[in-house]
């Protein structure tokens, strides 16, 4: 077993309060980032600032964009680690950023707890019309960063597991590790049961987000399944099985870039649009070891490589 790869997790709770949270923000007409005369009424065209939220995936992808811009010949600077969604979408909101990375299924239950969409195509396209006047979000990249159902090797060859159908079969002999929330989560066992008629043993909760706790429950047979976000090294590392999800019990978690209209230009979408279709979860995941494995890589120099290496700078 390889050392693990500690990964500060992105923040999704909130959905429908983090709305409110929002709005809040708005109606007090106050900026986290800005005063107004550094919002983005400026007009189109310009310098672009690319922000992130506040765990070192979206500070890479942050980079990542703001590379390609620079690249393209739009200037771009980056404002990393500025917060939860709550916060960085009220900064592109008000201009104090122009875009920041965002995952597809988060950001439309963000805008709308009640979506029902699930999939990458129909997530993607119901985006639009949940936005606020203003914003945007450019093509999603075939990078994700989803929950999935994860075994050990020997676990996927004992039971003959490919995917959560081939996984109902012997759910009752198996426990489940994850957060807490897991077993009243629309995704967790009440989505498993309704989706795959698959009902866990039962569960043994951490509060690690997928990390090394949860890892070493699953190595030592402690837990034989586990909720670990798909881009996590520590699933190539350690040869795991990422469980096939045919009905789409877990949203789609597609990378794109929100944005604010206002001064992205035909070009800046290019070039956004020019990363979104190359980079994979494998890129994210090799991108995380760098940044938050042995090597502590900074964000930026991580980014840098990617960029040089997929031909985008020279």
């Known amino acids: 077993m390889k050392h693990p790869v500690t990964l500060t997790r992105r923040g999704f709770g909130g959905l429908a309060a983090g709305v409110g949270v929002a709005l809040a923000l708005s109606a007090c007409g106050g900026s986290p980032l800005s005063s107004p005369s550094t919002n983005a009424a400026s007009g189109a065209g310009g310098s672009l600032t690319v922000g992130s939220a506040d765990f ?4 890479v992808i942050a980079e990542i964009y703001a590379g390609a811009l620079n690249a393209a010949g739009v200037t771009a600077t980056t404002k990393p680690n500025i917060g939860s969604r709550e916060i960085y979408f009220k900064a592109v909101q008000d201009g104090s950023i122009d875009l920041a990375p965002d995952y597809s299924g988060n950001l439309l239950s963000y805008l709308d707890a009640n979506a029902t969409q699930v999939s990458a195509d129909d997530v993607y396209k119901a985006l639009p019309g949940k936005l606020p006047q203003g914003l945007g979000v450019l093509d999603p990249a075939k990078a994700e960063d989803k929950d999935a159902m994860v075994v050990t ?3 996927a060859e004992k039971y003959q597991l490919k995917s959560i159908d081939d996984l109902a079969k012997v759910c009752q002999d198996l426990t489940m590790g994850a957060p807490a929330t897991f077993e009243t989560r629309a995704y967790g066992f009440p989505g498993l049961k309704a989706n795959y008629n698959c009902v866990m043993k039962g569960l043994k909760p951490f509060s690690d987000g997928g990390g090394n706790l949860t890892l070493q429950a699953l190595l030592s047979n402690d837990v034989q399944v586990a ?3 798909t881009t996590t090294p520590s699933i190539q590392d350690n040869a795991l099985v990422v469980l096939d999800d045919p009905k ?4 789609a978690q597609q990378v794109l870039p929100l944005y604010n209209t206002a001064k ?3 070009k800046a979408k290019e070039a956004l649009n020019g990363v979104s279709k190359i980079l994979t979860t494998d890129d994210l995941i090799n991108l995380n070891r760098a940044v938050s494995g042995n090597q502590k890589q900074n964000p930026k120099d991580a980014a840098a490589a990617w960029l040089k290496d997929k031909g985008i700078v020279k």
């Open 248 to 251: 789409n019990n877990f949203k």
């Open 227 to 229: 909720d670990i976000y």
């Open 153 to 155: 090797k020997a676990t």
């Open 264 to 266: 992205m230009t035909d």
């Open 56 to 59: 070192p995936e979206s500070q």
